[in-house]
């Protein structure tokens, strides 16, 4: 303790610019501004707004079973004198006319575990306490990996399978998990639908949640769109086009809060809602999202740091250092909490960069590199103690502070009694979603120009151009050989094109898992929608395709051959698209995704049968397995099945050889008539059990997840708990 209380001395008497504790904690709510004509003066507290008192009056009745609260107006920024920033221009259908009844969160002890997370301890969070109430913004604020989205996770019910829980969680008073539509979650990256506008991403959003008829969602869409301040770009792309730039970064996030209002849910957390967002943007989400609170809404969300504006809109904060509660409590009563443990905050420094500063342990780091240097002023840090005293400085200060036991009778009066349970607003049926993924996706694929019209113009391209080459080959005995040839680079290269979808198979996955998090979709739903819709698209590549390639080899001009023909093709193209999504579900990045399958194609297309006959191949590897699960194989000698079963050719003027026989040394078919009709099902139960494949995977890695380059990346980042 001598060791503590002498650097917080030496901390003291170096932050000379630091005011007392008295004089640095105003009664108001907490803005540094500055007074027209004065922005050569220093700032000061004088120069502050008045503000109105805004605690929040938290009673329970004794013969009651809910909690009432109080919540006055949030100050408003229309306040600000003239010389200070302007309020951000909200609509006036922003207002809500319906309330949102919140529900109030109480986590008693709680403490988290994640094996081999930590260097030195498995506990992400250490027996952390604290409450959040309807109509109020709580947020968990502290340093990289301090566990600020461990403990969001925790109080959602959405830890990974390998974290472990310890404590009590209680949501109005009982201790139960969240229902499905009585909260919602926003995650630190999500992955929006940029072909999309705000208004369609967010109406199909909401058929996906909500049970009940179309027409009756319309209306909580536009509710969320107002919710969020999207009015303006409610009918703009969410992703842009060539000619027009998508939505900012601050739209895209309030985008994607957008989508969990639309269950009008009780309690909302986002985690870190202010990512990658700049200053301004930042200022309008948390204004857009106090208006919100407004409602009724219980908002819980990690911040790693803020703005002076930003930080006086929020109502309490939990400050956590290495999965630590270093304070608990109103936002202004934590300036009061580093007063008293002796690290005032300078007047010219934001609150929320004071605290980080005080407890976050890299800055350490940068005080040894540069210890020898001084700038104008002096030292180049007026903080030289170090973070790890001041840590536990803070933690052993809150303990024993009026604070802590604020909190723990809080929680006691919180808990006492029950209060109303949170019921599940239902889900919409399985045929529904299936549905309007279907419909989403045929609505993507038809914007998406290089979803598949850019694999639509490469493959006809491509099939003029092989059919040009092998045009005017005849109907002789020695046209055999090449018209074989024909075939095998139409089918081995088309489907190597394929492999242009990769990108666009890769964000549908990214979608599915979001969703799929959120319970808004599920992997049986995912894939049938995702099947139904490119069916049309991979119906139209080969009906395109067979056509130009059919009629330039001059292949024998019969419907019934000609409808063959593009249905063994169709089925050839679904068996890719399946394989495809299967080698992109386990690798979940393009660049490795791209190589896998150019090496797969390349080894199937040795194995076909095509360079030397499958009779002749090596027993081990490349006749079993690889011949028998290489699907050119089968489409190619389907089509020769097609094209030279019951046909002969003349071998000078008296005998003539069958087309099996003329095929023998160049492929190997059947000599069976209906063995086509074998090879084409063959390639659709092959098509069938890659979508069996994706189901299993889709499912592995949402649970789990994990990819496969986790573990053959070798700079592939990971995320820590923060």
């Not at 770009?233 to 985008?255: D, F, Q, T, W």
């Not at 659709?684 to 990819?707: C, D, E, P, Q, T």
Request: proline fraction near 4%; charge should be positive; glycine fraction near 6%.
């Amino acid at each position: 303790m001598e060791e503590i209380q002498s650097q917080s001395d030496n901390y003291r008497s170096s932050s000379s610019s630091a005011s007392s504790p008295a004089s640095r904690v105003p009664s108001s709510n907490f803005f540094y501004l500055r007074k027209p004509g004065s922005l050569r003066q220093p700032i000061s507290f004088e120069d502050s707004p008045e503000w109105e008192d805004t605690d929040i009056d938290v009673r329970v009745e004794e013969g009651g079973d809910s909690i009432h609260i109080a919540t006055p107006a949030s100050p408003s920024l229309s306040k600000l004198n003239s010389g200070s920033l302007p309020s951000p221009p909200l609509p006036e259908s922003a207002i809500f006319a319906r309330k949102i009844a919140g529900a109030s969160i109480v986590w008693k002890d709680l403490t988290v575990t994640i094996k081999g997370k930590r260097k030195y301890s498995d506990k992400v969070v250490k027996s952390s306490n604290g409450y959040t109430l309807p109509g109020t913004m709580t947020v968990i604020m502290g340093p990289a990996k301090s566990g600020k989205s461990t403990l969001l996770r925790a109080l959602a019910g959405r830890l990974h399978n390998s974290a472990k829980m310890y404590g009590e969680v209680f949501v109005n008073g009982t201790k139960r998990h969240l229902p499905y539509g009585s909260y919602g979650f926003v995650e630190r990256e999500t992955t929006l639908i940029g072909s999309l506008t705000v208004r369609e991403f967010l109406y199909y959003s909401a058929l996906l949640q909500l049970p009940g008829f179309f027409c009756q969602k319309k209306s909580v869409v536009e509710d969320s769109i107002h919710a969020m301040s999207l009015g303006d770009y409610a009918n703009k792309l969410i992703g842009g086009h060539c000619y027009m730039k998508g939505l900012p970064s601050g739209e895209r996030r309030r985008v994607s809060i957008a989508r969990e209002l639309v269950m009008r849910p009780h309690i909302l957390f986002i985690d870190e809602p202010l990512y990658h967002l700049d200053s301004v943007s930042a200022l309008l989400m948390m204004v857009t999202l106090k208006k919100l609170a407004s409602t009724g809404c219980t908002l819980i969300f990690t911040i790693y740091q803020s703005s002076t504006e930003v930080f006086g809109l929020f109502d309490r904060i939990c400050l956590l250092s290495n999965g630590n509660t270093l304070f608990f409590g109103e936002t202004l009563a934590c300036l009061q909490h580093f007063s008293n443990a002796g690290f005032p905050c300078p007047i010219m420094q934001s609150p929320s960069d004071h605290f980080l500063r005080a407890i976050n342990t890299d800055f350490d780091r940068i005080i040894a590199m540069c210890k020898n240097w001084q700038d104008d002023q002096g030292d180049f840090s007026s903080v030289n103690m170090d973070t790890a005293v001041a840590i536990r400085t803070l933690e052993a200060t809150y303990k024993s502070s009026v604070d802590a036991a604020a909190v723990e009778s809080m929680i006691i009066k919180l808990t006492d009694k029950e209060g109303p349970l949170l019921k599940s607003k239902g889900k919409a049926s399985s045929a529904t979603r299936i549905a309007v993924l279907t419909w989403r996706s045929l609505l993507i694929m038809s914007r998406e120009w290089k979803y598949f019209w850019l694999r639509l113009v490469l493959c006809m391209l491509f099939t003029l151009c092989v059919g040009t080459v092998f045009s005017g080959l005849g109907h002789s005995l020695s046209s055999v050989v090449t018209r074989v040839a024909a075939i095998f680079v139409f089918v081995s290269f088309t489907s190597l094109l394929s492999i242009a979808g990769v990108p666009a198979h890769l964000k549908e996955i990214k979608i599915y898992a979001c969703e799929e998090s959120n319970q808004h979709s599920g992997a049986l739903v995912f894939l049938l929608g995702q099947l139904l819709a490119s069916i049309p698209f991979l119906f139209l590549i080969s009906v395109s395709s067979s056509l130009i390639f059919y009629f330039l080899i001059g292949l024998r001009d019969e419907f019934s051959l000609l409808m063959y023909f593009v249905l063994n093709f169709f089925t050839c193209l679904l068996v890719n698209e399946g394989l495809t999504l299967v080698v992109a579900s386990i690798w979940q990045d393009a660049f490795w995704s791209i190589l896998t399958l150019v090496c797969i194609h390349v080894l199937m297309m040795l194995s076909a049968g095509y360079f030397r006959l499958r009779s002749a191949l090596p027993g081990p590897v490349w006749t079993y397995p690889l011949s028998y699960i290489a699907f050119h194989t089968y489409a190619i000698q389907g089509l020769l099945e097609n094209e030279y079963i019951g046909t002969s050719f003349a071998v000078g003027q008296v005998r003539s050889i069958s087309g099996y026989q003329a095929l023998r040394s160049a492929y190997d078919i059947s000599p069976n008539s209906n063995s086509k009709w074998g090879n084409l099902l063959v390639l659709f139960l092959m098509a069938v059990g890659y979508r069996i494949l994706v189901f299993v995977l889709l499912r592995f890695r949402v649970r789990k997840n994990v990819s496969a380059c986790r573990f053959f990346q070798c700079n592939q980042n990971t995320n820590d708990a923060r």
